[in-house]
């Protein structure tokens, strides 16, 4: 499954041993520890295990962050503005995988523009190669099984079937289409 870019839980179920917690550690990880939960079944049953035994790895990280959390206050105290026009970047691992945060700063200290790209779409390259051979009725057990957030992804694609040409739709193209045909505002 590393041809298809998988990640988070999608990807260690296929035995892709890659955790962003690991690999670039931040926040307290390298104090903490984190075992990088992996089963190579490449099916649900494994994307079960995993997210379990994830949970479960989850619990004992908080329990020892609690007991290791020192003493004052837990919010840092920001006395100086943000300048507008700084950029920050920002990669996670979330329940779904890595989640990566791209901010610039705008005025009053408050953000001009931010994004974040969620595993979903990324994983979602990896259904092909799930359901290939699968009856149809096990598609939406083998979809779920990856916990995907449709709306995470941004995007709409569709396939003419009659000829083949694949169309990514903008969020402006989208509502102006419904608007056509409910004319809504």
């Known amino acids: ?20 917690r690991i690999d670039h550690p931040y926040a307290a990880y390298k104090e903490l520890g984190c075992e990088v939960i992996v089963e190579n079944g490449n ?16 619990i004992r990280i908080v329990r020892d962050a609690l007991q290791l959390m020192p003493a004052g206050p837990i919010m840092a105290d920001i006395r100086d503005p943000i300048p507008p026009g700084k950029v920050g970047l920002s990669s996670v691992e979330a329940p779904r995988g890595e989640t990566h945060h791209f901010v610039i ?28 051979g699968e009856y149809i009725a096990d598609v ?29 739709y903008s969020k402006q193209e989208l509502m102006e289409m419904y608007r056509r045909r409910y004319g809504g505002k």
């Open 1 to 20: 499954m590393i041809a298809y870019a998988l990640l988070g839980p999608t990807a260690r179920a296929s035995g892709v041993g890659i955790d962003i």
């Open 43 to 58: 099916d649900i049953w494994s994307r079960v295990i995993v997210r379990m035994r994830e949970t479960l790895e989850a």
């Open 105 to 132: 700063t705008g005025e009053d200290s408050r953000p001009y523009r931010w994004k974040a790209r969620a595993p979903t779409f990324q994983n979602l390259q990896g259904i092909p190669v799930m359901v290939s």
């Open 140 to 168: 939406p057990i083998g979809l779920g099984s990856m916990d995907p957030c449709f709306s995470c992804t941004e995007r709409l694609e569709t396939v003419d079937i009659r000829t083949g040409v694949t169309r990514v």
